[in-house]
Antibody
Framework: QLQLVESGGGVVQPGRSLRLSCAASGFTFSTYAIHWVRQAPGKGLEWVAIISYDGTNKYYADSVKGRFTISRDNSKNTLYLQMNSLRAEDTAVYYC??????????????WGQGTLVTVSS | SYVLTQPPSASVAPGKTARITCGGNNIRSKTVHWYQQKPGQAPVLVIYYDSDRPSGIPERFSGSNSGNTATLTISRVEAGDEADYYCQMWDSSSDHRWVFGGGTKLTVL
């Protein structure tokens, strides 16, 4: 069945880096855009980034632009989020979610179970 | 940038109808999707393209989009519908942004 599984979360000090992964299965990964969405403790959903199905186009929320980099390896059915210069306000559960088929239009479905990133000294 | 506005909370008695709104400037010209999130779980898509329902989502869930308000309607509410609900759209007008509403906590009385 369709599945996305995130990994790589943990506790990291402010200013340090962390890389998240999202392993996909049950669908043709290379034909879908994929999103990262985060949720701070007790807060709502915040869109973080998207990458096109072929990796050529990427867009970021203003809050992470210049610090985070989204990438994908279609040969490994895996999405990544490289997070640099982490701040306390980046503390959140990070979800990956499948986007549109060969386009940016469309809904987010399914979602992974999320991985918690805690930025703290 | 485009803003989606949801009421923070809503409450409804079992068996009644819940309506959760999502306000935005001329939102009827956008395509709105809705997600349900229960405590400790990942969000689940319940409505896409304003009013379409994914397989596995009960017919009690429906959506509409008109003027400056999109609405998620849950008929014959059950205790299991208690959750946070988020609207979402793609703002392609400027630099691409995917926007979520602030979420509505639905309480079943």
């Amino acid at each position: 069945q369709l599945q996305l599984v995130e990994s790589g979360g943990g506790v990291v000090q402010p200013g340090r880096s962390l890389r998240l992964s999202c392993a996909a299965s049950g669908f043709t990964f290379s034909t879908y855009a994929i999103h990262w969405v985060r949720q701070a403790p007790g807060k709502g959903l915040e869109w973080v980034a998207i990458i096109s199905y072929d990796g050529t186009n990427k867009y970021y929320a203003d809050s992470v632009k210049g610090r985070f980099t989204i990438s994908r390896d279609n040969s490994k059915n895996t999405l990544y989020l490289q997070m640099n210069s982490l701040r306390a306000e980046d503390t959140a559960v990070y979800y990956c979610a499948r986007g549109g088929w060969q386009s940016f239009q469309g809904w987010l479905d399914p979602w992974g179970q999320g991985t918690l990133v805690t930025v703290s000294s | 940038s485009y803003v989606l506005t949801q009421p923070p909370s809503a409450s409804v008695a079992p068996g009644k109808t819940a309506r959760i709104t999502c306000g935005g400037n001329n939102i009827r010209s956008k395509t709105v999707h809705w997600y349900q999130q229960k405590p400790g779980q990942a969000p689940v898509l319940v409505i896409y393209y304003d009013s379409d329902r994914p397989s596995g989502i009960p017919e009690r869930f429906s959506g509409s989009n008109s003027g400056n308000t999109a609405t998620l309607t849950i008929s014959r509410v059950e205790a299991g519908d208690e959750a946070d609900y988020y609207c979402q759209m793609w703002d392609s007008s400027s630099d691409h942004r995917w926007v979520f509403g602030g979420g509505t906590k639905l309480t079943v009385l």
